[in-house]
């Protein structure tokens, strides 16, 4: 009973759920799933900061490297209300996964602060966001630990972040962020990468579902860097965006919303309060569109036993982090929904990352058609994989990429061995 209370509220007990089903299928033997179900390291620390005003203020940074079996830690950082030492573990511990299920040099990373940055002044939030860099410049840099951008944060966060690393080792590091903008060591198309992989999970699934692109009706929840531009990206391949929204509130336009129009106005008005492009709505109606593609794009746990069965889309592609709950998740299995898991579905921004990292270690920049070219190339070809062991195993989406994920972290683990 105890053990059922915890788990509906923690965010990182829902991906050890997830993870335990994959693990049982491949008979994972219990040392190997206690050193996987362990974080590495959780840093926590204090980020005092004076306020414009003059005031004194103390705000709770995390920093979580979950595993480093496959390469230096990977993952972003937060800045939300909402942020707790629970979900950036959660959060380093799918990073882990991601990683691994599309292939990449990395571990799993994550971090965070407790804070509101819609409440904070940019002097504000680049006060917090160095000494947060500052905090953990030793256990930061490219073969180390490498940060990107997440809910809250920007390339402007990252680039105060590399310019604070930098000055503290005392020479220029590109690499020990991603995410940053172009002009000092961001990759070409980065912005658009998560948006972009969504939407190519999502047009792959779609053709081998039946469901013509053309006219197709997309519900987004979020409209920030994932939401908006897979919006951008749905309506660009001819799909119709019906519903969007943010943290003020839903919209809906059965004729389809002008994503570019949406875009402009959250851009002037900093969110889509007041919006008049759509039917306003609420965000739990948003979930209950009757659609054929609905892509959570905001935060954890929107999909839960409260509202899964009055989904109705056919297809759900997690843009963001755990969206959906393991209770949910069986819900949608036995109705038939199909679960594009976010660990393959917003994969595309780590990927692209992965890009970023390579070319400021290189010093060379590509093309972004290059850039687009080889997200696809990854993305497609790990999902064919997830397919292939889908199918072989007769398990969903979520329970495929995790097997597949875990084998390949487990492997990396098994070839270094165990220092002790
Ligand atoms: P963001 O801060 O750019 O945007 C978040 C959006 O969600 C905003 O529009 C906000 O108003 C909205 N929102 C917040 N609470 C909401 C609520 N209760 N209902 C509806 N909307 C709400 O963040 P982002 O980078 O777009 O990240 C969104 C999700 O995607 C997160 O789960 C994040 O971890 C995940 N993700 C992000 C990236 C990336 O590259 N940025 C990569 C992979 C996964």
């Known amino acids: 009973m105890a053990v059922t209370a915890v788990r509906e509220v923690s965010v990182f007990g829902d991906g050890i759920a997830y993870f335990n089903e994959a693990a049982a299928l491949l008979e994972l033997d219990p040392g190997m799933r206690a050193i996987l179900t362990h974080p590495s390291r959780q840093i926590i620390f204090s980020i005092p900061f004076q306020r414009d005003s003059g005031e004194f203020e103390v705000f709770t940074g995390y920093r979580v490297q979950y595993n480093f079996a496959r390469g230096p830690a990977k993952g972003g950082i937060r800045f939300h209300p909402g942020v707790t030492l629970d979900e950036v573990t959660a959060l380093a511990f799918w990073m882990t996964w991601k990683c691994a299920v599309v292939d990449l040099p990395f571990g799993g990373g994550k971090g965070g602060v407790t804070c509101d940055p819609t409440t904070l002044s940019m002097n504000e939030l680049e006060r917090i966001t160095r000494r947060y860099a500052a905090e953990l410049v030793e256990v930061v840099g490219p073969d180390k630990d ?160 409260e509202n899964a069965r009055r989904v109705r889309a056919k297809l759900l592609v997690e843009g963001a982090n755990g969206p959906t709950t393991p209770e949910a998740d069986r819900i949608f299995q036995e109705m038939g929904v199909c679960v594009i898991p976010d660990i393959m579905a917003n994969a595309g921004g780590v990927t692209v990352s992965y890009f970023e990292w390579v070319q400021d270690r290189a010093g060379y920049f590509w093309k972004e058609a290059e850039v687009n070219a080889r997200l696809e190339e990854n993305l497609l070809e790990n999902f064919a994989e997830i397919r292939r062991i889908a199918q072989l195993h007769n398990v969903a989406f979520r329970t495929a990429a995790y097997m597949i994920a875990i084998e390949r972290v487990v492997t990396s683990l098994k070839l270094r061995g165990v220092y002790a």
Not at 163 to 179: E, F, K, L, W
Not at 225 to 235: D, P, Q, R, S, T
């Open 146 to 305: 490498v940060p990107a951008p997440d809910v809250g944060t920007t390339p402007q966060t990252m680039a105060w972040f590399m310019d604070t690393y930098s000055m503290h080792i005392r020479q220029n590091v590109a690499g020990v962020v991603t995410g940053k903008p172009l002009e000092i060591g961001g990759s070409r198309g980065r912005v658009e990468a998560t948006g972009r992989g969504v939407t190519i999970c999502a047009m792959d699934q779609m053709s081998h579902l039946g469901i013509d692109p053309k006219g197709a009706r997309v519900v987004i929840q979020g409209f920030g860097n994932v939401g908006m531009y897979a919006a951008k990206l749905f309506e660009e391949r001819g799909c119709n965006v019906v519903g969007i929204s943010d943290v003020t509130g839903a919209y809906y336009n059965g004729a389809g919303i002008n994503v570019n129009g949406a875009e402009e106005y959250a851009k002037k008005n900093h969110n889509l309060g007041g919006f008049t492009g759509g039917d306003r709505i609420t965000n739990a109606e948003l979930l209950e569109t009757d659609c054929d593609v609905l892509v959570p794009a905001a935060l954890e746990k929107q999909l839960t036993t």
